[in-house]
Nanobody, 119 residues
């Protein structure tokens, strides 16, 4: 089992910045990739950014150039630096981890942290 705890959400004005953190505990040796998702009211959860075990990253088109995902393996923590925030970024942000074992995939979710961007 992996436990993921997000922090760093809050209320910010448009154009501002926030940094989200996700601390992993438990069976951390089983974590391969980590990522951030978000879910706005009335919308489906969507991927924001993913960082692989080797460090490669992928971003949703809507956040490219504004958000940066990074990972500190020594601290078992993944970060999401969010700059130039827009009201459309308002959502609950969730951390997710993946572990691959053969043909099986195990994933875990955090409880989410609210990000609200005011115009």
């Amino acid at each position: 089992q992996v436990q993921l705890v997000e922090s760093g959400g809050g209320l910010v004005q448009a154009g501002g910045s926030l940094r989200l953190s996700c601390a992993a505990s438990g069976s951390i040796f089983t974590i391969n990739d980590m990522g951030w998702y978000r879910q706005a009211p009335g919308k489906q959860r969507e991927v924001v950014a993913v960082i692989a075990s080797g460090g490669s990253t992928n971003y949703a088109d809507s956040v490219k150039g504004r958000f940066t995902i990074s990972r500190d393996k020594a601290k078992n923590t993944v970060y999401l630096q969010m700059n130039s925030l827009e009201p459309e970024d308002t959502a609950v942000y969730y951390c997710k981890s993946w572990y691959y074992s053969g043909s099986s995939v195990y994933d875990y979710w955090g409880q989410g942290t609210q990000v609200t961007v005011s115009s």
